[in-house]
């Protein structure tokens, strides 16, 4: 008798755990129904997926939310629309975050569509310059947290201990004395406005300045020097052609390896003229062993400062031979000591940054793979053609070009590095279909020798060709053999140019 009951009691328990199984069964069915239904975009084929275009405002912003999916039309204009492009079509909401990324494929024109940069690289590059902004190379940061007493007047005792605090921090030989007191009393009173431009510039320049002068242990000071010599302008061109931030003339630069060429002119290259100054600065100083005298050389030349020194009876001190030296090297020592003066004491004299300008650390460069001009990048990434004449002096045309074992790169502020990275291939497609519809072609690509054949014409002589070419009338002579300054119309002269 236990034995049937205890028989009944195992197929009353297998029947019951059966019917629970069922049960189940169907509360699940009914539940993935129910979430199929509320989620019909999730049913969409790939197809329409990919055909999916969202329209964008006049600003090109995507309109609607990052999660939502809408499909429409391609719009007719091409240059208003955006391509949704997913990596994988078959994602919930739910996991939005752990799928791969979302990009928009923006179009144009016929030639040129652009992706959305990688968001995980982004995001990356984002925290990096974050890391870069609250550090001390944010200069115009540093500035502002710091608060001077302003007194305009400068009286004669406080100028004295000023300069002998800058003397004793210094290599230089920043000494007192009435014509340097004259000097900097001006600049402050008359050239305040253009002294906060410096200052402005100066938060771009001074930072890869100051790297290279540490690579060759030479005195940060020596930064001002750019200042005296080309405001910071890395395209200034002086009358007799010397050129860019640190002034060379066509020959010193060559000596330092700066090439010219039709394209590119390395004079202008910030970093590369600054690294040319360098070496010449460090040979200077080799030969005379004081910063002041390299600097007076810097300017009129190792020949003249030795003059200088022998007139004034073999002294090897600045001020005790500046009497001696060309009128524009008496002046340019304490020109450097004005401004760095007036650097040094910007604040104390009410001397501010009057422009906004981007600084270093906001930029980055990469290594262009084809020649691209810079109408083709403004109209690829949003950059106006300014700030690429800024960042990018060196171009002479407003060309990039690819040449073989030469190093040309594209400055660039540090946000549109990416979005060029992730359409470098697309870019150069679009240049590649740019320059095939050009009527007349770009310019060849020539670089300048430097020896030149020039041919006499109707009306020269050769103080005109001295002019021309920035030399002296007497070299051309010694290079031609010439006894007389006589010239024949058709004469071919052997000339080594300083300008062009």
Not at 115 to 139: C, G, H, M, R, T
Not at 444 to 460: A, C, F, L, Q
Request: overall charge positive.
């Amino acid at each position: 008798m236990v034995l049937i009951i205890n028989s009944k009691n195992s197929i009353l328990a297998d029947y019951f755990k059966q019917m629970m199984r069922t049960i189940l069964i169907l509360i699940f069915a009914s539940i993935f129904l129910s979430i199929t239904a509320q989620n019909p975009e999730e049913n969409l084929d790939n197809e329409t997926l990919n055909d999916t275009v969202i329209n964008t405002d006049s600003l090109g912003k995507i309109k609607p939310m990052v999660d939502t999916v809408i499909a429409t039309s391609i719009h007719n204009d091409k240059r208003d629309s955006i391509r949704v492009v997913l990596p994988n079509n078959n994602i919930a909401k739910d996991k939005i975050e752990n799928t791969p990324p979302t990009y928009t494929e923006k179009i144009i024109n016929d030639d040129l569509t652009i992706i959305s940069d990688d968001a995980y690289a982004k995001k990356i590059d984002a925290l990096w310059f974050n890391e870069l902004q609250n550090s001390s190379l944010n200069i115009a940061a540093n500035d502002a947290m710091h608060t001077t007493m302003v007194n305009s007047d400068l009286d004669t005792e406080t100028l004295k201990q000023r300069l002998a605090y800058l003397n004793s921090k210094t290599p230089f030989n920043v000494e007192y004395n009435e014509s340097l007191e004259r000097i900097i009393k001006s600049f402050i009173k008359n050239r305040k406005e253009r002294y906060g431009t410096f200052l402005a510039k100066s938060k771009y320049y001074f930072p890869l300045i100051e790297e290279k002068l540490a690579k060759y242990n030479i005195p940060l000071e020596m930064k001002y020097l750019a200042v005296v010599e080309s405001a910071l302008n890395p395209t200034a061109k002086s009358p007799v052609g010397a050129t860019g931030l640190w002034q060379f003339m066509y020959q010193t630069g060559k000596q330092f390896d700066l090439n010219v060429s039709s394209y590119v002119d390395e004079r202008s290259d910030v970093l590369k003229a600054t690294e040319a100054a360098c070496k010449y600065l460090k040979s200077l100083y080799k030969i005379f062993g004081d910063w002041d005298l390299a600097l007076a050389a810097y300017n009129s030349g190792p020949g003249n400062v030795s003059k200088a020194i022998r007139r004034s009876g073999g002294s090897k001190n600045y001020w005790n031979i500046r009497h001696h030296l060309p009128r524009e090297t008496a002046s340019y020592v304490p020109l450097f000591y004005t401004t760095m003066y007036i650097f040094e004491y910007a604040d104390a004299h009410n001397i501010h940054a009057t422009e906004p300008t981007i600084q270093h650390f906001e930029t980055d460069s990469i290594q262009v793979r084809r020649q691209i001009t810079f109408d083709q990048i403004t109209q690829a990434i949003p950059v106006t053609k300014n700030t690429l004449k800024f960042l990018n002096p060196q171009y002479k045309l407003e060309i990039i070009p690819v040449i073989k074992g030469r190093n040309y790169s594209l400055v660039l502020p540090i946000d549109l590095i990416g979005p060029f990275v992730q359409n470098e291939d697309r870019i150069y497609a679009f240049a590649d279909a740019d320059d095939a519809k050009r009527e007349k072609p770009l310019p060849k690509y020539t670089e300048m020798n430097n020896r030149i054949r020039y041919k006499v014409r109707s009306g020269d002589f050769l103080g005109k060709i001295a002019r021309k070419f920035g030399v002296s009338v007497a070299k051309i002579k010694r290079w031609n053999g010439m006894r007389s300054t006589k010239l024949r119309i058709g004469q071919r002269l052997v000339i080594f140019p300083r300008r062009m």
